[in-house]
Nanobody
Framework: QVQLVESGGGLVQAGGSLRLSCAAS????????MAWFRQVPGKEREFVAH????????YYADSVKGRFTISRDNAKNTVYLQMNSLKPEDTAVYYC????????????????WGQGTQVTVSS
């Protein structure tokens, strides 16, 4: 089992940057593939990016490709989301998620979730 805690959210102007962190408990963090999702009130949670257990492969939603970068440091049990060129439409609660199963962009594929961190981008 793994517990996830996100941090790094906040208020930023359009065009700015933020780096989110997701700290995981447990000794088996390096076994999990990780992902970031986001959710706006009243809308479904949507996929942002995922990364394999080794960090060797990443995948992004079209809406963030070229602007966001997912990475991980298995020695620190942490996954990151570097967000550049932020837009007002990136405003959402961002969640990290973990899976031992197949990596993908669907919520049911993930077994563990953090509580989320708010990102607000002003225009």
């Amino acid at each position: 089992q793994v517990q996830l805690v996100e941090s790094g959210g906040g208020l930023v102007q359009a065009g700015g940057s933020l780096r989110l962190s997701c700290a995981a408990s447990g000794r088996t963090f390096s076994s999990y593939a990780m992902a970031w999702f986001r959710q706006v009130p009243g809308k479904e949670r949507e996929f942002v990016a995922h990364i394999t257990w080794s960090g060797g492969s990443t995948y992004y939603a079209d809406s963030v490709k070229g602007r966001f970068t997912i990475s991980r440091d298995n020695a620190k049990n942490t996954v990151y989301l570097q967000m550049n060129s932020l837009k007002p439409e990136d405003t959402a609660v961002y969640y990290c998620a973990a899976t031992l199963g197949l990596l993908g962009s669907d919520l049911p594929q993930y077994d563990y979730w953090g509580q989320g961190t708010q990102v607000t981008v002003s225009s």
